[in-house]
């Protein structure tokens, strides 16, 4: 049952983010947006194992609110965002995680990624690409502004993460995410690859 409404829940996420695809695979959504699947997407999945706990934290960061600590993602591993709640920003803020070197991500390119968002207020997971352990495929022009900021000008294969205002993420909320007014999101990204 918890399996079923997670998912249920991720759906109606990626849906309301107004993502296009949730499976860079999926030759029906490329043919009605147009596009045609990423050619450098990777074809692995999201790690789904637990993050590593005792890894140092990729970045230690205080808001305007209590703290986080996000723990990069690994081969075998989710990435895991330590929450000292409410967690708010003032400004959406971006740190990379991890570099890369592949090309760089243009802020109308259709990208596929891995992710993990966190609400700030209390600290729950309320989306995973992760737990899904598939990637997910989108044009940036069509999710919430700070998902955008944290990925356009990066390069293809870098890991971010984004500390997003309410501004930046859902201002009115998003109840059947669990989201709030107001709330505070993180979210933490592996850009595996873009087009256009």
């Not at 490329?30 to 990777?42: R, W």
């Amino acid at each position: 049952m918890f399996t079923v409404r997670r998912a249920a829940l991720a759906s109606t996420l990626l849906l309301t983010m107004a993502l296009s695809a949730c499976n860079s695979t999926d030759d029906a959504t490329s043919e009605s947006t147009g596009q045609a699947a990423a050619s450098t997407v990777a074809t692995t999945d999201c790690p789904s194992g637990a993050p590593d706990t005792s890894a140092t934290p990729a970045w230690e960061f205080s808001g305007a609110t209590g703290a986080i600590a996000v723990i990069a993602p690994t081969d075998d591993a989710a990435p895991g965002v330590e929450v000292t709640t409410p967690f708010s920003v003032d400004e959406t803020t971006v740190q990379t995680l991890e570099p890369a070197s592949g090309a760089i991500v243009e802020d109308t390119a259709t990208v596929s990624v891995c992710y993990l968002g966190v609400n700030g207020r209390d600290g729950s997971v309320f989306d995973s690409s992760y737990e899904r352990g598939a990637p997910a495929e989108f044009p940036l022009d069509g999710v919430v502004t700070g998902f955008q900021k944290a990925i356009a000008g990066q390069n293809v294969g870098a890991t971010v993460a984004v500390a997003m205002t309410s501004a930046d993420g859902y201002p009115q909320g998003n109840p059947q995410a669990g989201i709030q007014q107001g709330d505070t999101l993180v979210f933490v990204i592996e850009i595996l690859g873009a087009e256009g």
